[in-house]
């Protein structure tokens, strides 16, 4: 069954930086693209960044683009994201899941890894 385990969120003040990690089983990840997503109370969901299967590819949301860095590691079915120069607008869960452009498992979030940017 598909299982996905983030972890490195925190509490950081603004300009700070995290790094979160997504350890993933139950599917080949070497062979999917995967995305970050983020969910901030009252809000939808919002994709924030995806790294095709084929590294270097990625894409961002606008407004994370030159902050955030998407990477990954195959050996370790790990996916991370590098988040800097935080702002109290990155303020959400953050969860990821494979796809390039939608969720491909919806059914099977993880627990998600809270990150609060705030002085």
């Known amino acids: 069954q598909v299982q996905l385990v983030e972890s490195g969120g925190g509490l950081v003040q603004p300009g700070g930086s995290l790094r979160l990690s997504c350890v993933a089983s139950g599917f080949t990840f070497r062979s999917q693209s995967m995305s970050w997503w983020r969910q901030a109370p009252g809000k939808e969901r919002e994709w924030v960044a995806s790294v095709s299967d084929i590294i270097p590819n990625t894409r961002y949301l606008g407004s994370v683009r030159g902050r955030f860095t998407i990477s990954r590691d195959n050996a370790k079915n790990t996916l991370y994201l590098q988040m800097n120069s935080l702002k109290p607008e990155d303020t959400a869960l953050y969860y990821c899941?494979?796809?390039?452009?939608?969720?491909?498992?919806?059914?099977?979030w993880g627990q998600g890894t809270q990150v609060t940017v705030s002085s």
């Open positions: 899941n494979a796809g390039w452009s939608s969720p491909r498992y919806n059914d099977y």
